[in-house]
């Protein structure tokens, strides 16, 4: 049905501008290729924080810009980004870098007329109205190079790939049928390498923009929130960074990492057990002190978006965050088999990181729940397998490619939706289907396939090349 055509109704038309006025310039969703959900302000900076639209880039005026140290993330009043290093034509310049979806949130936000904007050396935006020119200045007249992002700087593996396949045959399980399992195998083992580089090149991105270390932590931390809270795990690492957090005694750290996460300002005294009252008292003893340096990341716009629901209770956000204080508190252990590949020992690693623990999270889901009747573990088998999966092997096999072999060998742990959906698809009823699901590189290179052929067919198969191809491996 059609509906006529209306004048605009007038209490309408003035709810829509004063809600569009609202929304104008606070939070502006922007859409990016590859990436399903669209993307918000904090997203951005974040994937801007770690390299991932790249570190060179050309100003609006032509000259050229190399981000040699991205700086820190401003937890308080003024630009994004503080003590950034780069080079502009050559030229060494060090000062702030403001982020934003428009160009003209300069302006909206009122940045030209505040002091607090003078030492921004660098304006970063993704999206500019066509056929107009916008200027950055500061309040004392400064002209600031400005750099438009674009989709195409954009890595191609920085977007999640959320979308789904239906789970029925397709039309390759036929001559997959007909395949020899060792061409199968051969193919599902390419496909897995070539993913694991695709997470090699992530990584390494993370290292040239803050070091192989914060790399490390950001990854294993991302790794902590899987499946739907790896944004807020990313960002809070990179807001809270490596360097800083092993500085901090104990105690301010806890209650720094929760406090920023938000969770304390989300606890309700209502809701919270009487044996974990003490540990919330002791983490807001600490918070309340330092919660006003961190007033910015407190705003609503700023706070990060966990997932809370359909969880459950193992991985519960608020114990993966206990998770990553116990690896904190054992960096000395955790890091340097990642930091040397030399030193790198499978058992003696998945030891470590299996025991680790923490006098509270270790029996605890959530900062609400009941004491658990015995203490867990607090990185379990499959949270470690996908740290060796995500973070480990991607980080050491192109340093010592004989790793590949090791890798080959792990067992796949983790069954999930859109494996056994590659499984159907692909091998339908094949009789040595089940032996393709075992080790951990076949979920790899099913995956891959998956999400290069089945994601990207709107075809139910029929256009699909994959099938005609095949015969070619
Ligand atoms: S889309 Fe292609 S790869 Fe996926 S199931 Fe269909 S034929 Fe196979």
């Given at each position: ?9 007038p ?28 993307l ?8 801007w924080?770690?390299g991932?639209?790249?570190?060179e880039?050309?100003?609006?005026d ?9 700086g ?24 702030d870098?403001?982020l934003?979806?428009?160009v ?11 002091p ?28 600031v ?17 959320s ?11 036929t001559?997959l049928?007909d ?9 599902l ?50 807001r809270?960074?490596l ?16 406090g ?11 809701d ?30 700023q ?7 359909a969880?459950?209770?193992?991985n ?10 116990a ?11 990642l ?24 029996s ?7 004491e658990a ?6 990185v ?14 991607p ?12 890798y ?38 099913l ?8 994601l ?18």
């Amino acid at each position: 049905m059609t509906l006529p055509s209306t004048p605009p109704l007038p209490l309408a038309d003035r709810y829509e501008r004063f809600r569009d006025s609202v929304f104008s310039g606070l939070e502006e969703p922007t859409r990016l290729p590859g990436f399903d959900e669209p993307l918000c302000e904090l997203d951005l900076q974040s994937l801007w924080f770690c390299g991932s639209f790249g570190s060179e880039f050309k100003t609006e005026d032509g000259r050229t810009v190399k981000i040699t140290d991205f700086g820190s993330w401003n937890a308080g009043a003024g630009p994004d980004f503080n003590g950034v290093s780069m080079l502009i034509d050559g030229q060494a310049v060090r000062g702030d870098v403001e982020l934003d979806p428009d160009v003209r949130d300069w302006e909206r936000h009122l940045h030209a007329g505040n002091p607090e904007y003078n030492k921004v050396v660098l304006h970063v935006f993704l999206s500019s109205p066509q056929n107009q020119k916008h200027f950055t200045r500061t309040s004392n007249h400064l002209d600031v190079p400005q750099v438009q992002l674009t989709a195409a700087m954009l890595a191609v593996d920085a977007a999640p790939k959320s979308r789904d396949a239906a789970a029925r045959i397709g039309r390759c399980a036929t001559p997959l049928r007909d395949m020899e399992p060792a061409r199968i195998t051969s193919m599902l083992e390419s496909a897995a390498q070539f993913r694991l580089q695709a997470k090699s090149r992530r990584l390494y991105r993370i290292i040239a923009a803050s070091g192989r270390e914060q790399a490390i932590y950001q990854a294993l931390a991302q790794t902590l929130g899987y499946l739907h809270n790896q944004r807020p795990f990313a960002i809070l690492s990179q807001r809270l960074p490596l360097n800083r957090m092993l500085k901090e005694p104990t105690a301010q750290r806890e209650a720094l990492l929760f406090g920023v996460s938000g969770f304390l300002e989300m606890a309700r005294p209502d809701d919270i057990q009487k044996d974990s009252r003490a540990y919330l008292r002791g983490l807001w003893s600490h918070w309340w002190k330092i919660r006003q340096s961190c007033s910015r990341w407190m705003e609503p716009q700023q706070m990060l978006r966990w997932k809370m629901t359909a969880i459950r209770p193992g991985n519960h956000p608020q114990r993966r965050l206990g998770a990553l204080l116990a690896i904190l508190a054992n960096w000395e252990v955790v890091a340097p088999p990642l930091m040397d590949a030399t030193r790198w020992s499978l058992a003696a690693w998945r030891d470590t990181v299996a025991g680790l623990k923490h006098d509270f999270w270790s029996s605890h889901y959530s900062l609400s729940a009941d004491e658990a009747e015995s203490p867990m573990a607090l990185v379990g088998a499959t949270r470690v397998h996908e740290m060796l999966a995500n973070v480990v092997y991607p980080l050491l096999v192109p340093e010592r490619t004989r790793l590949w072999a090791e890798y080959l060998e792990l067992p796949a742990l983790l069954d999930n939706q859109k494996v056994r959906k590659a499984i159907t698809r692909l091998f339908g009823d094949h009789p040595d289907a089940a032996n393709f699901r075992k080790l951990l590189f076949q979920h790899q290179g099913l995956l891959q396939i998956y999400e290069d052929f089945c994601l990207a067919d709107d075809s139910a198969c029929a256009d699909c090349p994959f099938p005609e191809r095949l015969k070619e491996w």
